[in-house]
């Protein structure tokens, strides 16, 4: 079954601590791997997006890791900021490229950053 | 701005009556895609339009739901007789087609809707 599972579940830390989060993921066919930022009662906003042949990507403070051979994905999160504060959640599209019907999304790792 | 637009942000119903929403995307975009987001959720796909063609609808869309992309512009998302369970976020996101493109998407801020 296609799964994609996050964690931890919810994170509070400090402002300007560093803090990863944890995807694995269990899709077959792979296409590519994205991390969305969702703060409440927006839209998700893209952070990052991967094929299998990247390892890394980073987007200002925020750097993804992916071990295609694990199926494992990480989000690394540096200095952190108020504005930080938001669901982040792994989505794995397991189709052809460029086809969004396919998704198969995390619930979503809910950070919150105190001051 | 020129991001993904939906309007209205917020509605609020009875239930038995018809809502519509839209969705503006991205002008260079030829792909439209609609979610529905409950809470705790991903997003459910539920349609995508290539440019005005629906090429496919979830087995979520039931017959109440309607949507189109009459001029491959904009899009509008029709429920009828509305439920308590249509209560939802309907999300809209756009992509640009093409070999080498990965599909990106981009979301629009989604309209809520609360069915009383």
């Known amino acids: 079954k296609n799964q994609v599972e996050q964690s931890p579940q919810s994170l509070i830390i400090l402002e300007g601590k560093n803090c990863t989060l944890q995807c694995n993921y269990t899709v077959s066919p792979f296409s590519n791997l994205r991390w969305y930022k969702q703060d409440t009662g927006r839209g998700p906003v893209s952070l990052t997006i991967m094929t299998f042949s990247e390892n890394t990507k980073s987007n200002g403070r925020y750097t993804a890791t992916l071990d295609a051979d694990t199926k494992q994905s990480s989000l690394h999160i540096t200095a952190s900021q108020l504005s930080d504060s938001a669901s982040y959640i792994c989505?794995?599209?397991?189709?052809?490229?460029?086809?969004?019907?396919?998704?198969?999304w995390g619930l979503g790792t809910s950070l919150a950053v105190n001051p | 701005d020129t991001g993904v637009s939906q309007n209205p942000r917020h509605k609020i119903t009875k239930r038995g009556q018809n809502v519509t929403f839209r969705c503006d995307p991205i002008s260079e975009h030829n792909r439209l895609y609609w979610y529905r987001q409950t809470l705790g959720q991903g997003p459910e796909f539920l349609t995508y339009?290539?440019?005005?063609?629906?090429?496919?609808k979830s087995r979520l869309l039931s017959d109440r739901f309607s949507a189109e992309r009459p001029k491959g512009s904009f899009s509008t998302l029709e429920i009828q007789r509305t439920e308590q369970g249509d209560s939802a976020m309907y999300l809209c996101?756009?992509?640009?087609?093409?070999?080498?493109?990965?599909?990106?998407?981009?979301f629009g801020e989604g309209s809520r809707l609360t069915v009383l």
């Open positions: 339009f290539q440019n005005e063609a629906q090429l496919e």
């Open positions: 989505v794995v599209s397991g189709s052809c490229a460029g086809n969004n019907r396919k998704l198969i």
């Open positions: 996101a756009s992509s640009r087609n093409g070999q080498r493109n990965t599909g990106e998407l981009f």
